[in-house]
């Protein structure tokens, strides 16, 4: 079929009404475009160029292995700027892009990330056993305590104590804003009204707390390079890291290479365990098969293909990171020019009925037999700017549902499902993932 230019057909309905529909109804928008004009559309949102999503495996691949000078997700992210700073690997685009990724590769290997798994275990041991039992309770704000605790211990480095209080609680401020970037968004330098943020209102708030951690995190960073030593963290990985003419990360750089670990895997992280646990409560036959296989301790297949199965069914990331048309490109039957952006959609090909027969059905046995598609399960994106921290994040999902489901029974509060709410550009259940936890008894293994 000849290409055609233009874009697909989308909602006609003003800009201000499609961004109400895709921020309140995030999950029933994309179904609902889907239904109307198939799998792929483009929707228009004020003030960004418009977004064209596909959710074909084909199209998703093209998108995903474009050049680099053809699709810049980087642009797209520019907003998290001052939370991550200039130097932040979502912020890059082509060869800079590859630079800063090629010095954290290293700390994301296989055998790299075994090592901190008894970090892991002890950070989640102690938050587990802290959550209140038999009575009702949102386990999200609990899972993100945990994921902020676990990326200071396992990235930052930090070793319990005053300094690592300090940071979890000028970091949990400083996250708050993350929730609504558009706070975040300096006026034009050197005008009045930029004078005066600096001084009054969130952002000078923002800025405020921003010195103190960065004060914490600089001096952090100073006290290892003198150290030397040999630790598991990341933070350790990056002082050895070397740019290709052999120097080494500046301190600004692994500065805003931690604080993007942060903002990427902490967040994300959290969020799918919520989501997973306020959908293992009303699946009793998985919960039980599940928790078998935690008690016998041998083999984590059914595990692994639960949380896939998870991520397939809420993917936190419903839209991957959008890609801006910086040159003319075909991705199937459409030819793109610069001025819209390509949007890989997760949920849409996740729930595609071709792919995943009775997608909605939550079915961990799906990925029991076969592997996920490179291309049709994609919650972790895909091609140059796949998630850098997809290995850590499936060793910190496993260790805490061993840790919780080993310890916990997991009860329904009779509350009925939670709907998707869109926080910033990911998605979690709208009350938090209520649950009550009970302790459990332990059988023990017999032999
Ligand atoms: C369940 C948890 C997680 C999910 C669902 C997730 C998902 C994603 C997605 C969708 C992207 C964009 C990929 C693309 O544009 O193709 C991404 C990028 C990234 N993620 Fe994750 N992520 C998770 C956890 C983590 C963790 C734990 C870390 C680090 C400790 C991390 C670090 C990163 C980084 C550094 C990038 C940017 C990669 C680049 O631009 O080259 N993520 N993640």
Partial sequence: MRSRSALPPGPSMPSALQMAG?????????????????????IRLPATPPFVMVSDPEEIKQVFTAPPDVLRPGE??????????RNSVLLL????????????????????????TGLMEEVTAEEVAAIPRDRPLALHPRTQELTLKIILRAVFGLDPGPRFDALCARLGEMLEFGDKPISLLPPKPESRIAQAAERVGPFARFLRIQEEVDEIIFGLIAERRAEG??????????????????????????????????????????????????????????????????????????????????????????????RFVAKQVAVGDWTYE??????????????????????????????????????????????????????????????????????????????????????NITVRPVRGARVVLGDRERVPVAG
């Fill in 22 to 42: 895709f921020w309140t109804r995030p999950l029933a928008f994309l179904e609902r475009c889907r239904d109307r004009y198939g799998k792929r559309f483009t």
């Fill in 76 to 85: 797209g992210a520019r907003v998290l700027e001052p939370l991550v700073g």
């Fill in 93 to 116: 685009d082509e060869d800079a892009h590859m630079e800063q990724r090629k010095l954290m590769l290293p700390a994301f290997h296989g055998e790299r990330m075994e090592r901190l």
């Fill in 229 to 322: 030593g040999d630790r598991v963290d990341i933070l350790a990985i990056l002082l050895e890291a070397s740019h290709e003419d052999g120097s080494p990360m500046s301190e600004q750089e692994i500065r805003d290479e931690l604080m993007t670990l942060l903002i990427a895997g902490h967040e994300t992280t959290a969020t799918t365990l919520a989501w997973a646990f306020q959908q293992l409560v009303r699946e009793r036959a998985v919960l039980d098969r599940l928790v078998a296989e935690i008690d016998a301790g041998e083999d984590d297949a059914y595990l692994t293909a639960t949380i896939r199965e998870t991520l397939r069914h809420r993917p936190v990331l419903p839209n991957v990171a959008p």
């Fill in 338 to 423: 610069p001025g819209c952006a390509l949007v890989a959609n997760a949920y849409l090909v996740h729930h595609d009925a071709e792919i995943y027969p009775e997608p909605y059905a939550f079915r961990p046995e799906r990925f029991l037999d076969s592997s996920p598609g490179t291309y049709s399960w994609i919650p972790f994106g895909g091609g140059r700017r796949r998630c850098l921290g997809a290995s850590f994040a499936m060793l910190e999902l496993k260790v805490v549902f061993r840790a919780l489901l080993g310890s916990c029974e997991l009860r329904d509060c009779g509350e009925g499902i939670e709907v998707a709410q869109r926080r």
